[in-house]
């Protein structure tokens, strides 16, 4: 006699309870040997509907070169770790599902170097079984000890500091890369924001905010040193959110940018000279010196502040792609029942693969 025979005698349970519980049994012992749950914790995602170019679109298969390499492509960079898992397949989606040619868009993600990377291929490849992307692993041993406490932990995470080591980790042959955050979702085509004018000399084009308060981004350490408040001396210094950038790798290389990063965060280790994470030394580096693009490519700021992730309105005007930085996610609001009203705008691209329940 079965083990289930034992536990549930026949004569006890109806035939479909009997089903049922074989099928629970089958399917706990299919998903222990598939690749998605290896590991605990990771989550399921449904599959994304399949994107075609239009006719007009041109062809990055250029004398049988290397797509990878191709400049007709559009190049995107994400970062990818399980906490904002989500949030990266909702921008993945919204890419793909607003771009007149999305099978010329190319992902290049970054993923710590001790995260599974089998099982973020996997997760990527189930939903998006025709995208072209590549994982890099980022050493982060390196930028934690450069890493100072900020007003908000997850700022913290040497994951927010890979795009200081973009133009290192992805190849030399690619010459413009658009980088994302994890939080955000476009509603228009990523290839008009990758077309910024970087003009002759700009490293990075994004959104400047110049009503800002710049000056509370550093500390009064910082503007009461006579040398280091010269920073900003010869430029109309300007925050920007470094949440969506267009970089250009070769002049970043040739300037040596990373390096001068580097020496800034190695200063903050000895004077505390600003407070919020890795953003200030991109101020120090590129504000008064990038190329603008237009705010509605990085209408930032939905997830509220730092502190409390309070719900916020759209900024006045038009709107290419939405931001949730700030400290409330959308995913996290919807799941507790309490989103934002913005929030919704998110949920559509959401492809979280939810528990189905079973009717008797």
């Not at 099978?103 to 291929?121: C, G, K």
Request: aromatic share 12%; net charge neutral; glycine share 4%.
């Amino acid at each position: 006699m079965s083990n289930l025979a034992l536990i549930f005698p026949p004569n006890h349970l109806h035939r479909h309870h009997l089903l049922l519980v074989l099928f629970f049994l089958i399917s706990a012992s299919i998903a222990a040997t598939s690749p998605a749950s290896t590991t605990t914790n990771y989550q399921r995602f449904k599959e994304a509907p399949q994107f075609y170019n239009s006719p007009t679109c041109p062809s990055i298969d250029i004398n049988g070169t290397d797509e990878m390499c191709s400049p007709q492509a559009v190049h995107v960079a994400m970062t990818l770790d399980a906490a904002y898992l989500r949030g990266s397949m909702a921008a993945i989606f919204s890419i793909l599902q607003h771009s007149s040619c999305p099978q010329n868009i190319i992902f290049h993600f970054v993923a710590s170097a001790t995260a599974d990377h089998h099982n973020l291929r996997y997760t990527i490849s189930r939903s998006f079984p025709s995208l072209k992307f590549q994982i890099y692993p980022y050493d982060s041993s390196s930028v934690s000890g450069l890493i100072s406490t900020s007003i908000r932990s997850a700022l913290d995470c040497p994951l927010n500091y890979a795009r200081n080591y973009l133009a290192n980790l992805i190849p030399q042959c690619i010459r413009r890369v658009v980088y994302l955050d994890s939080d955000l979702v476009l509603v228009d085509d990523i290839a008009k924001l990758a077309a910024t004018p970087l003009g002759d000399n700009s490293v990075l084009a994004a959104p400047e905010y110049c009503n800002a308060n710049f000056t509370s981004y550093f500390t009064p350490s910082f503007w009461s040193n006579p040398t280091l408040s010269l920073t900003f001396a010869d430029r109309k210094a300007c925050y920007f959110n470094t949440g969506v950038m267009v970089i250009d790798l070769q002049r970043w290389r040739e300037g040596d940018y990373t390096k001068k990063i580097i020496e800034w965060m190695e200063l903050q280790k000895r004077i505390r000279i600003y407070e919020l994470g890795s953003l200030p030394p991109f101020l120090l580096v590129f504000a008064g010196k990038i190329a603008p693009v237009d705010h509605r490519w990085n209408q930032h700021g939905l997830g509220g502040d730092n502190y409390r992730g309070l719900c916020r309105d759209l900024h006045p005007g038009p709107v290419s792609l939405l931001h949730w930085s700030g400290k409330g996610k959308p995913w996290v609001r919807l799941d507790a029942n309490r989103p934002c009203p913005l929030d919704v705008l998110w949920a559509p691209y959401d492809l979280l693969q939810t528990p189905f329940a079973l009717e008797s």
